[in-house]
């Protein structure tokens, strides 16, 4: 399994680029509070607002990703000021602690902005109650999270800011309606509540390691809309946390806190984290438990019973993640899956028509934007689909459906691509083909979207020609195209429950 993440695409090696400078921006932000004499507890703090910049900041361009950056402290420094003024005060702790939740749940309407600031919120009062911060500590601390995002931020934006070079995406939004049909509202909901849940629970456990059960159910939430997509998620993050805590016994323990191979054990869990992100919600959770084990054990805590601990707390708040997408405003997977499907078809619309200008000799059009754009959207296809496609899932109707969806999507990439590359050549001429064939395209894709089957597939084969490629190759790519959206009508269009016809 590790070599499948490994060795998983890496286009630009944008993960390793991802990777590499989050070891830099963290090893930086922590080496300067050492520097100016700040202590152990600051050092982590710092250091951890180092990883929460680099890792949550995810806007479209540098610009905006460096004014979200600079909002992390309005965001953190607040909540850090309560967190260690209610330190002594449970009842009052634990109701702020839940609204903090709920709030940066909710941020999430406000798109990849609100979801950076909610979860750095959160991780603050998060972080107060791992290191049992109190208000003495306060200028220290705020000096240290300020110092970091600093350091972390001249990484990013000038050491290494890779993202000049790449095509700004927009970072997709969820689905969304009004009221209770807004998905950011049902999950603010549904994580308070589930977030109580774990609370209550995880102080039974432990009345001073309560706060990984909150955590945990947090983190579940991060990035999914419907309850497919939390359960196969807070599986993932207990299989993770399970795995890395058999890593503990052998690594955490026996380092005993020793100064250079745990910053060393650090680094290399930095990179995994970042890393293994975006293709194994798993291991990038065996990455953060070991992490979590060797700084426990430089702050002299860390023994076998507290790795078990922390097994079971990670398990009360999957559970109470669980009971809340459930039992609380449940989102479906069809329902989200549907939304996520016709966003990308629209953006296979847009891909086409961008390229036709292209080709017709339009130097304003540049369908290389909506490429980069409809890769991110079948990602969020595909993370919405995990739970149908998972080896565990019993639905095999739906198992076999939802696989035929995804390869015809990636065709559908794979064609817009090559499109795109075409149209990309300044030599690339026009053929009054690729206006009919860009047609049909837009045509399929508007039948498919009223849900047409018969119309779209009738529409996309009444074009298609073979043996095009040599005559001109963006025909070659526009009719596989077609074929693709054709094809899509099937799966898309039938009862979800009936089998697939042969």
Not at 128 to 133: K, M, S
Not at 164 to 187: H, M, N, S, Y
Request: charged share 15%.
């Amino acid at each position: 399994m590790l070599k499948r993440v490994f060795v998983a695409p890496d286009p630009g090696r944008v993960r390793l680029r991802f990777a590499g400078r989050a070891v830099i921006g963290v090893a930086l932000a922590v080496a300067l509070c050492g520097l100016v004499g700040h202590s152990l507890v600051a050092a982590i703090t710092g250091g951890l607002a180092a990883l929460l910049a680099l890792f949550t900041v995810t806007d479209a361009t540098v610009r905006q990703q460096a004014v979200t950056t600079a909002l992390l402290p309005a965001a953190g420094l607040p909540v850090l000021a309560v967190a260690a003024v209610l330190h002594d005060q449970p009842v009052a702790r634990d109701l702020v602690f839940l609204a903090v939740v709920g709030l940066g749940v909710y941020a999430r309407r406000w798109g990849p902005r609100g979801h950076a600031l909610g979860i750095f919120a959160f991780m603050t009062f998060f972080a107060a109650q791992f290191l049992h911060t109190v208000p003495g500590q306060l200028p220290e601390l705020y000096a240290a999270v300020v110092l970091s995002l600093a350091a972390s931020a001249a990484v990013r934006f000038g050491l290494w800011c890779y993202e000049r070079r790449l095509p700004a995406v927009a970072v997709p939004a969820p689905p969304e309606g009004r009221g209770l049909a807004r998905i950011t509202t049902r999950q603010a909901v549904q994580a308070t509540l589930g977030g109580a849940f774990a609370l209550g629970l995880g102080q039974v456990l432990s009345d001073q390691r309560w706060y990984w059960a909150v955590g945990a159910t947090w983190w579940v939430f991060v990035n999914t809309t419907s309850r497919g997509e939390t359960l196969v998620r807070g599986f993932r993050r207990v299989l993770g946390t399970v795995i890395g805590i058999g890593a503990g016994f052998f690594v955490a323990i026996p380092l005993e806190g020793a100064g250079a191979p745990t910053a060393a054990i650090v680094a290399v869990c930095v990179f995994g984290i970042f890393y293994t992100a975006a293709v194994s919600y798993s291991w990038m959770m065996f990455f953060v438990t070991v992490m979590v084990g060797v700084l426990y054990g430089v702050l002299g805590v860390l023994d076998a019973s507290l790795l078990w601990l922390r097994v079971a707390e990670t398990a009360v708040g999957a559970l109470g993640a669980v009971l809340a997408v459930l039992l609380v405003l449940p989102v479906t997977t069809h329902a989200v899956t549907d939304a996520w499907i016709q966003k990308a078809l629209r953006c296979v619309h847009a891909c086409t028509a961008e390229a036709a200008e292209r080709l017709a000799g339009s130097l304003s059009a540049d369908p290389g934007p909506r490429v980069a754009e409809l890769e991110v959207l079948l990602g969020r296809v595909r993370l919405s689909l995990a739970p149908l496609v998972h080896p565990l899932s019993p639905l095999k109707a739906r198992k076999a459906r939802a696989r035929q969806v995804l390869a015809l999507l990636d065709d559908c990439v794979r064609e817009v691509r090559g499109l795109a590359s075409i149209a990309a050549d300044p030599a690339a001429s026009h053929d009054a083909r690729l206006s009919a064939a860009c047609s049909r395209v837009e045509a399929t894709v508007e039948a498919l979207l009223r849900q047409e089957s018969l119309q779209a597939r009738g529409v996309a084969r009444a074009g298609a020609q073979p043996g095009t490629a040599a005559d001109h190759p963006a025909l070659a790519h526009l009719h596989g195209l077609e074929r693709a959206l054709a094809d899509l009508a099937t799966p898309l269009h039938s009862s979800p429950r009936a089998p697939l016809a042969a």
